[in-house]
């Protein structure tokens, strides 16, 4: 099993709607990302976990906020979102020992902010 | 400057062209290279990757990097319609953060 499965594919939220997005992965590796992608342009980072710990937060705002309940599952909570927040949302896994692969994506949400 | 620069494009070739997509770093702490292939409007997908410099192949697929001079570069032999995507290269240290670049358009005309 070499995926990384994201839910929902599509998402439109009002502004002052509270949604998660999911992510969950058994390749048993233990570094989570959630990345952002506007059209056109590359993933931008905005959360790491290392073994279900916070590691990396790129200055996120807090109407982000990423939980990793288990080391297969992450999430991300959105609340109060902008429509500039509109986005594909993608999350990815790597294992975080030394291994002969690098990080997998899932195929992303597509989150619309009306 | 950013991290990993790379031209954007696009790059249109014919169908059996061989095609080179490039990049160069300037972070000295960055030990892995990664090139992922994104088809529009779904992830990406990891092609190749390579730990410190020398050459990698997979069928079509040859990347290279030269620490020396910061340079990674993927090969596409025989290329196909279906190859057309965003080509993505990304570097990481010894870190989590995997740093990308702006991504490559490649359209491979029939």
């Known amino acids: 099993d070499t995926e990384v499965t994201q839910t929902p594919k599509h998402l439109v939220m009002g502004m002052t709607n509270k949604k998660s997005l999911k992510c969950e992965q058994h390749?048993?590796?233990?570094?989570m990302y959630w990345y952002k992608q506007k059209a056109k342009k590359p993933p931008e980072l905005m959360f790491v976990?290392?073994?279900?710990?916070?590691?990396i937060n790129e200055s996120v705002p807090s109407r982000f906020s990423p939980e990793c309940p288990n080391s297969s599952l992450l999430n991300l909570h959105l609340h109060a979102l902008q429509p500039e927040d509109s986005a594909l949302y993608l999350c990815?896994?790597?294992?975080?020992?030394?291994?002969?692969?690098?990080?997998?994506f899932g195929q992303g949400t597509r989150l619309t902010v009306v | 400057q950013k991290e990993v620069e790379q031209d954007p494009g696009p790059l249109s070739v014919p169908e059996g062209a061989i095609v080179s997509l490039n990049c160069t770093y300037s972070?000295?702490?960055?030990?892995?290279f990664m090139w992922y292939r994104q088809y529009s409007r779904k992830g990406p997908e990891l092609l190749m990757y390579t730990y410190s410099s020398g050459n990698k192949e997979d069928g079509r697929f040859t990347a290279q990097v030269d620490k020396s001079s910061k340079y990674i570069s993927l090969f596409i032999r025989d290329s196909q319609p279906s190859d057309s995507a965003t080509y993505l290269c990304a570097s990481r240290g010894n870190g989590n953060k995997l740093v990308f670049g702006a991504g490559t358009i490649l359209r491979v005309k029939s």
């Open positions: 390749m048993g590796h233990r570094a």
């Open positions: 972070n000295s702490a960055f030990q892995y």
């Open positions: 976990y290392s073994y279900e710990k916070l590691s």
């Open positions: 990815a896994s790597r294992p975080v020992l030394r291994g002969n692969t690098e990080a997998f």
